[in-house]
């Protein structure tokens, strides 16, 4: 009971040697590349006595001459501590408490310095819990700086910004790492992918998105653990797989996944695609088409996404219904739903996301309807733009043929005077000629790429 006290209050005794400290002239990141909140939150931290430091992404991103997407703070003040020197913050999480403290629309997330896991040490602590196998279940328990480097999982993700000073500190080579653009891991990679399989995803993400090599040591362990993932929690899991997905670098990011072993069992759908040729070469238009929407300063939908990933699935589904005796559209939405489901079991993928997915979903049989008032009621369908993203998507692929996508091309883009032409040509010499209608102005629909129904708008 004494030593839990001690180890609570004081924390663990380090085994690392100290920091090897960068001054600005050597790492080159300047203060003023931080983002205010961040400065703002290490320096009120800083006034009330307690340490703290830009960690993490945010400073491995800047020392690569990257934009980071978040700031973290870590700091020797407690979740408690912290919460009490911030009026707009808030405690979250139960496996690890951290505090999430906001300024205007942006978020700081601020962390207590954690222990070093030493094997035999804290046994009875009912503060860090581990199962059998080595997976850490809850850890609150804190140290000390040296500790908290020493417990991050990459040598290039334990590097600490003294925002004050302008210095780097680092524990295990990060800096060198990151020069030589080298993800390893710190400690005994076995170990510390046991402690927690999402390490394995992570290796996979960060060597996509940093453009970065495994170092075999760490690459070593991956093959034998990778059933691991199994045991973790579908949400969790989901979480991890869209930030893979979503980073800009899917598509090398997916095949790094393959390259790992990982992509067996760790999203089933990809199990599939993977093995499927037909099935390949829609994912791989569909990761390179959010790749490049990421780069060039958009957004993507998560849903649009989710909605490529089972389009084959959902097909399959469609046809066995409608053999089974089921009208088309009753078939449709049947195997939309089912699909869905199915897929949740597994993955637990929020159901706000289902109403976009079954929407693009449904929209591919209406594309090839050309003929009546049907084309121009489509135009006029909210989710127009995403339906058409995805059929484009498709044809590229060859799940959809060239002559469709030309022709709605052209149909979107003509006066009325010529759409009403296509009609009569897309039903033939006894087609009748609809009556021409206002087009829709740009200013109604707003800019492509803005508009509710495009994949940038979620």
């Not at 210095?167 to 800096?175: L, M, P, R």
């Not at 020069?179 to 710190?186: D, G, Q, S, T, V």
């Not at 040729?277 to 791989?284: A, E, N, S, Y």
Request: glycine fraction near 6%.
């Amino acid at each position: 009971m004494i030593r839990r006290w001690f180890n609570k209050v004081l924390g663990k005794t380090s085994t690392a040697t100290g920091p090897v400290i960068y001054p600005v002239a050597q790492h080159g990141i300047q203060r003023n590349r931080i983002h205010p909140c961040a400065l703002k939150t290490t320096r009120t931290l800083a006034d009330a006595g307690y340490a703290a430091f830009v960690v993490g992404g945010a400073v491995r991103d800047l020392l690569l001459g990257r934009e980071p997407k978040d700031f973290d703070i870590a700091t020797d003040a407690t979740p408690e501590e912290v919460r009490a020197l911030f009026r707009r913050s808030r405690l979250i999480g139960r496996r690890f408490r951290i505090v999430h403290v906001y300024c205007g629309q942006d978020t700081i997330e601020v962390t207590t310095f954690r222990a070093q896991n030493i094997q035999g040490e804290n046994e009875d602590d009912d503060d860090r819990v581990t199962a059998e196998d080595g997976m850490l279940l809850r850890d609150n328990v804190f140290g000390g700086q040296e500790d908290d480097a020493a417990r991050r999982d990459f040598t290039v993700n334990a590097l600490y910004y003294d925002t004050e000073n302008e210095e780097v500190w680092d524990y295990h080579g990060g800096v060198g790492d990151a020069r030589k653009r080298r993800l390893k891991m710190i400690g005994d990679p076995a170990t510390r992918f046991r402690e927690d399989p999402v390490r394995m995803l992570r290796a996979a993400r960060f060597a996509a998105k940093l453009d970065f090599h495994i170092d075999p040591a760490t690459r070593a362990p991956i093959a034998e653990l990778a059933h691991m993932l199994e045991r973790i929690p579908s949400a969790r899991l989901f979480d991890e797989m869209m930030k893979l997905l979503m980073s800009g670098h899917a598509e090398r990011g997916v095949r790094q996944l393959r390259a790992e072993g990982l992509h067996h069992g760790v999203l089933p759908m990809l199990d599939r695609i993977l093995d499927d040729t037909p099935r390949q070469r829609f994912l791989h238009a569909a990761l390179h088409d959010t790749d490049e929407r990421i780069r060039n300063g958009q957004s993507a939908a998560p849903a649009f996404m989710l909605a490529c990933l089972l389009w084959f699935d959902m097909q399959a589904a469609w046809a066995k219904l409608q053999e089974s005796g089921q009208t088309q559209q009753t078939a449709l939405f049947d195997a939309m739903d089912d699909t869905l489901e199915r897929q949740r079991t597994a993955l637990a993928f929020p159901r706000r996301m289902d109403g976009m997915i079954k929407e693009i979903w449904a929209l591919q049989p209406r594309f090839e309807q050309r003929n009546g008032s049907r084309p121009f009621r489509l135009l006029d369908h909210p989710r127009f733009r995403a339906g058409f993203d995805f059929l484009l998507l498709r044809a590229r692929s060859g799940d959809a043929p060239d002559e469709l996508v030309d022709w709605w091309q052209r149909f979107q883009d003509a006066p009325d005077d010529a759409r009403a032409e296509m009609l009569v040509e897309s039903n033939g010499p006894s087609g009748k000629k609809r009556r021409p209608r206002r087009r829709r102005s740009r200013s109604d629909a707003g800019p492509a790429g803005e508009n509710a129904d495009t994949p940038a708008s979620q």
